[in-house]
């Protein structure tokens, strides 16, 4: 071959890998967006602190139940991929109202925290990491309940897995899976989604600082020693409930079906904070 046709060659290659690697962090850069729903129009109570870890601030806020006793467990709550804190308020308000502290946050690049180019499930298993020590130095020797949902909840299984000291966990529409959850997100929307997880997985990787094999949901929630509550929403249109029997069977563990409800509703549901509430109370 020539030299101009191999000239030509390379310039094709880099430019694919370089339209590749753009593709690749479009999927991993998410929007902040404000919620549908704040505190101050839910009338509760609230603090709004900043949380330091990781090298950045995360917006969050404390918010006290009326009668809750000082010794009380503590529910710290993940929102998943693309959401905010808005999303589990719907979960913290009537959780509140019975009695239990709630602390809300946002993820680095969701809400109100400033844009990211880029969030993987390692940065937000840092960030629930680090609102884990920053309730545990705040509130020393209380019990801690972490509360994730969607990736929230992927998060929280890792952060657990590397040392993020809780009494309890509840993992609601959790996927088990980080890529397999990504190629179904691609094939909902009429793409080959296996084929471009195997194509840009090489790209999210330098991002992730590794391979996705220490931060498989399936693998790590093996490791756990921690009363554990799946709740999977019965019409979850976008985490199937293959994913939380895969989770129930690696944590040796049932899940908990929860009629009716669909992958964020499942978190206003009066029948979820039932359920939530009796598991704390176990604690």
């Known amino acids: ?55 950045h601030a995360l917006a969050g806020w404390f918010v006290p139940a009326a ?93 657990v897995a590397e040392g993020a000291k809780v009494a309890g966990l509840v993992l609601i529409a959790t996927p088990s899976d980080v890529l397999r959850i990504t190629a179904e997100a691609f094939s909902q929307r009429g793409l080959p989604g296996g084929l471009m997880v195997k194509v840009l997985r090489p790209f999210w990787w330098w991002r992730l600082g590794g391979t996705f094999r220490p931060h498989s949901v399936t693998r790590r929630i093996r490791e756990l020693r921690r009363p554990t509550l799946i709740l999977h929403p019965e019409n979850d249109a976008r985490v199937s409930r293959e994913h939380a029997e895969r989770l129930s069977q690696a944590a040796g563990i049932p899940y908990r079906l929860m009629p009716g409800s669909a992958h964020t509703d499942v978190l206003s549901a009066p029948m979820t904070a039932a359920v939530v509430k009796e598991f704390i109370a176990t604690l």
Do not use: C
């Not at 430019?15 to 404000?34: E, F, H, K, Q």
């Not at 808005?86 to 979960?91: A, F, K, Q, S, Y």
């Not at 920053?134 to 209380?142: E, I, M, N, S, W």
């Open 67 to 159: 009668s809750a006793a000082a010794k009380a467990p503590l529910v710290l709550m993940a929102h998943g991929w693309g959401a905010n804190y808005g999303t589990v308020l719907r979960l913290a308000e009537p959780l509140v109202r019975a009695g239990h502290d709630v602390l809300l946050f946002d993820m680095r690049g969701h809400g109100r925290n400033r844009a990211a180019s880029f969030v993987t499930v390692r940065h937000m298993r840092d960030d629930v990491m680090a609102v884990v020590a920053y309730a545990q130095q705040r509130f020393p020797g209380r019990p801690l309940v972490l509360l994730g949902h969607s990736f929230g909840g992927a998060a929280s299984v890792l952060a």
């Open 1 to 55: 071959m020539n030299p101009l046709a191999l000239l030509a060659l390379g310039v094709a290659a880099a430019g694919g890998a370089y339209w590749l690697d753009r593709v690749a962090n479009s999927v991993i850069r998410p929007t902040p967006r404000l919620p549908e729903r704040s505190l101050p129009e839910s009338g509760l109570a609230h603090e709004d602190i900043v949380i330091s870890g990781a090298g």
